[in-house]
């Protein structure tokens, strides 16, 4: 079973800078894509970025391309999000995910971090 454990979240200024980090443990196939997703307080679960295996293609949300970015090193197994720019409505908790393959939507979505809070504040 494969596990992703997501750190990097934080309180932090609106046009601030974040860095998620998503760690996999366990069994974790080299052909999953990875991606993120958020929940805002109140709001249903949204996707955010996905990347895929070999890190050659990237997918962003409208909502935060161009102020965010997903990469991935394989070696260490962790799949990041450079947040920039961040604005209140970013405000949310971020969850990792593991596909099959580049996606947008959870139900491609095999197996799940546990969330990390991300707070901006104006």
């Known amino acids: 079973q494969v596990q992703l454990v997501e750190s990097g979240g934080g309180s932090v200024q609106a046009v601030g800078a974040l860095r998620l980090s998503c760690a996999a443990s366990?069994?974790?196939?080299?052909?999953?894509?990875m991606g993120w997703f958020c929940q805002a307080p109140g709001k249903e679960r949204e996707f955010a970025a996905a990347?895929?295996?070999?890190?050659?293609?990237?997918y962003y949300a409208d909502s935060v391309k161009g102020r965010f970015t997903i990469s991935r090193d394989n070696a260490k197994v962790t799949v990041y999000l450079q947040l920039n720019s961040l604005k209140p409505e970013d405000t949310a908790v971020y969850y990792c995910?593991?596909?099959?393959?580049?996606?947008?939507?959870?139900?491609?979505?095999?197996?799940w971090g546990q969330g990390t809070q991300v707070t901006v504040s104006s």
């Open positions: 990347i895929s295996w070999s890190g050659g293609s990237k």
């Open positions: 366990g069994r974790i196939f080299s052909s999953y894509a």
């Open positions: 995910a593991a596909a099959l393959a580049l996606a947008s939507s959870q139900r491609n979505y095999a197996y």
